[in-house]
């Protein structure tokens, strides 16, 4: 069986898509790919309500089976300035899906 896989721009009105972004990260950072590192709790409660504000910034987020897999947070003209260094640090992500 395979999943189809469905791409869509945020809604910042949506609480699941809201609380999508920061567990997406999370999930990312303590994974092999993000160095199993750990981001700070201030991080993430800000992470959402900062990329609102941010005007360049668009975020994506990947659902296959009712379920947020994957994300990427995009930005034009990006600048260091923006968000804070350890979330700034992890512009693209996945979380592996197994087929079937």
Same mark, same amino acid.
């Given at each position: 069986? !395979?999943?189809?896989? *469905?791409?869509?721009?945020?809604?910042?009105?949506? /609480?699941?898509? /809201?609380?999508?972004?920061?567990?997406?990260?999370? !999930?990312?950072?303590?994974?092999?790919?993000?160095? /199993?590192? *750990?981001?700070?709790?201030?991080? @993430?409660?800000?992470?959402?309500? &900062? @990329? *609102?504000?941010?005007?360049?910034?668009?975020?994506? @987020?990947?659902? !296959? &089976?009712? *379920?947020?897999?994957?994300?990427?947070?995009?930005?034009? &003209?990006?600048?260091?300035?923006?968000?804070?260094?350890?979330?700034?640090?992890?512009?693209?992500?996945?979380?592996?899906?197994?087929?079937?």
């Amino acid at each position: 069986m !395979t999943h189809s896989v *469905e791409i869509v721009r945020v809604d910042y009105t949506n /609480r699941k898509q /809201r609380s999508a972004i920061p567990y997406l990260l999370y !999930t990312y950072a303590k994974g092999l790919l993000g160095f /199993r590192s *750990e981001i700070k709790k201030p991080v @993430l409660d800000g992470l959402v309500p &900062g @990329l *609102e504000r941010t005007q360049n910034a668009v975020v994506l @987020l990947a659902r !296959t &089976g009712g *379920e947020y897999v994957g994300m990427a947070i995009c930005f034009v &003209g990006f600048k260091d300035s923006f968000l804070n260094q350890e979330a700034g640090s992890q512009l693209f992500m996945t979380k592996h899906v197994q087929p079937g």
